[in-house]
């Protein structure tokens, strides 16, 4: 569960498709984190960039639709000096080298998901920036 | 009501499921997220399509709320109209901020863009009162 003494962390689902999205998005909420939901990249920007949220985490699936993509996420966080952690999925080789580029804690996630695999990898990857 | 329809209804121990239907994603966020501090499970979608998908997998529902201006061939009130073939007897609320007020639509609620989360909580439940379920599947009935 996350960490309920402080107010629960937020990571933004990125997915095209909905059912993906949902089954992903609704297990970490029933784990304890705040989940904001993006259709597309451009979504997930609009977000990030919304002063009022704070994104502890990104988890994209590596061709989700929209123009921004993955390397924007993190120009973005490296521009606005802020920690969100961002974890790729991806169900092909090209989605695979390219999370294995991006993400700082270890291989990308494979989608479709394994609920348990992402719980663990969230909180891996969210034990790490506190 | 059809045979297959899966209307999750209210009950002691049921949470309410709510359909957000918005495409702009911090409108929805702003809809959604209060709604699950309510206590209801909200599924959400950011097109007609995305919210036909949820609905056919099956998944229990007891009320929809959808923005009627949305991009792609189906608006809100083409949606409506798509939900009340699938769930007839499912309430649904539409929301917009410049549907003229001589539209006609299928819905069983509108709030005018910008709205007051209470009114949207009041609207809510009033559509998912037992009694309005029971007078609106008799009137479906007759």
Redesign the interface.
């Known amino acids: 569960m996350a960490d309920q003494a402080t107010s629960p962390q937020c990571i933004v689902v990125v997915d095209g498709d909905?059912?993906v999205r949902?089954a992903i998005?609704d297990y970490l909420?029933q784990c304890g984190y705040?989940v904001?939901?993006?259709?597309?990249t451009d979504?997930a920007m609009?977000?990030l960039n919304?002063e009022s949220l704070s994104v502890d985490a990104v988890l994209c699936d590596a061709e989700a639709p929209g123009a921004q993509n993955a390397f924007q996420f993190r120009a973005w966080a490296a521009d606005h000096r802020k920690h969100v952690q961002l974890a790729l999925a991806g169900t092909v080789e090209a989605a695979a080298h390219k999370a294995a580029e991006l993400c700082d804690n270890g291989p990308h996630l494979a989608r479709p998901y394994d609920p348990q695999s992402v719980i663990e990898y969230i909180r891996r990857l969210l034990g790490s920036v506190k | 009501m059809s045979e297959c329809e899966v209307i999750a209804g209210p009950g002691h121990d049921h949470t309410p499921v709510l359909l957000v239907v918005e495409d702009e994603?911090?409108i929805?966020?702003s809809i959604a997220?209060p709604l699950?501090d309510e206590g209801y499970t909200v599924?959400?979608?950011?097109?007609a399509s995305?919210a036909i998908?949820?609905v056919a997998?099956g998944h229990p529902l007891d009320l929809a709320i959808t923005d009627v201006r949305m991009p792609g061939g189906v608006d809100g009130v083409a949606l409506s109209h798509a939900l009340k073939e699938i769930h007839p007897a499912l309430p649904i609320i539409l929301i917009s901020g410049d549907m003229s007020p001589d539209r006609d639509h299928p819905g069983d609620g509108f709030l005018r863009k910008p709205f007051q989360m209470p009114e949207l909580t009041k609207l809510i439940t009033e559509l998912m009162d037992p009694a309005w379920l029971t007078k609106r599947q008799a009137r479906n009935a007759s």
């Open positions: 909905v059912l949902h998005a909420r705040v904001i939901e993006a259709s597309s979504e609009i977000v919304d | 994603v911090l929805r966020l997220e699950r599924l959400e979608a950011s097109n995305e998908d949820l997998t």
